[in-house]
């Protein structure tokens, strides 16, 4: 049973263009969404996270949407470069459930091509 | 500022043997995790910790166990290694635990054959 989908093994955008990551997530208790990129070989690293109290939180080319009636979620990457070409996890969390950590999604590999 | 580290990056394990997979921060965070990733497939917890003393089961934590005796250190046990247990390990930790990123070593690349 997953509780937060990410339908896009696989994404690639031209050098310079808009890259748009989708998530979705199941449990409405979810209240904490972050995205983190991976490289391979390396550990995930923190990209950008919004609270639900918000719908936008904005981090220079970074940007993450958040549609709580939908439960959707999207990060956009304007403009893409080279080294954004890296796996993109999609993770959520309770708050008041917890501090078992975050729940991730499969996540979209992301290929910028030049 | 090394943040988490993770030793060994590698290794390949025997069904049945056992080994310690370790992991310490130097960040004063209070919570730890371990996560799995399978080919594939997202992350999943193993077990986790909100301080020394303290450690709770997360969603898959069958056939491992942790200790934490420091808020430094949280050492991840696997006692009869078995094909299933082939994956990458990551170990985590966060200063407050909920609504808080975490900060991920580069992992342990593990192979039971």
């Known amino acids: 049973d997953q509780q937060v989908k990410q339908n896009s093994p696989s994404l690639s955008v031209q050098e310079g263009r808009i890259s748009i990551l989708n998530c979705d997530y199941t449990?409405?208790?979810?209240?904490?969404f972050l995205w983190y990129k991976k490289y391979p070989a390396e550990g995930p690293t923190f990209l950008i996270s919004?609270?639900?109290?918000?719908d936008k939180n904005e981090d220079g080319r970074f940007t993450v949407f958040l549609n709580k009636s939908a439960k959707h979620l999207s990060l956009h990457i304007v403009p893409s470069q080279p080294g954004d070409s890296a796996v993109y996890f999609c993770?959520?969390?309770?708050?008041?459930?917890?501090?078992?950590?975050?729940?991730f999604g499969k996540g979209t590999h992301l290929i910028i091509q030049p | 500022n090394a943040g988490v580290t993770q030793t060994p990056k590698f290794r390949i394990l025997k069904i049945g043997q056992s080994m310690t997979l370790q992991c310490a921060q130097d960040?004063?965070?209070?919570?730890m995790y371990w996560y799995r990733q399978d080919p594939g497939m997202g992350l999943k917890l193993i077990y986790y910790?909100?301080?020394?003393?303290?450690?709770d089961k997360g969603e898959v934590p069958n056939g491992y166990n942790v200790s934490r005796s420091t808020t430094e250190d949280f050492p991840l046990r696997l006692e009869l290694a078995a094909p299933s247990q082939t994956s990458v390990y990551f170990c985590?930790?966060?200063?407050?635990?909920?609504?808080?990123?975490?900060?991920f070593g580069n992992g342990t690349r593990l192979t039971v054959t």
């Open positions: 910790s909100v301080g020394a003393g303290i450690t």
């Open positions: 993770a959520a969390s309770d708050s008041g459930g917890g501090a078992d950590g975050l729940t």
């Open positions: 449990n409405s208790m979810f209240d904490y």
């Open positions: 985590a930790s966060s200063s407050t635990g909920v609504n808080s990123p975490l900060h």
């Open positions: 960040m004063n965070h209070n919570y």
């Open positions: 919004i609270s639900s109290i918000k």
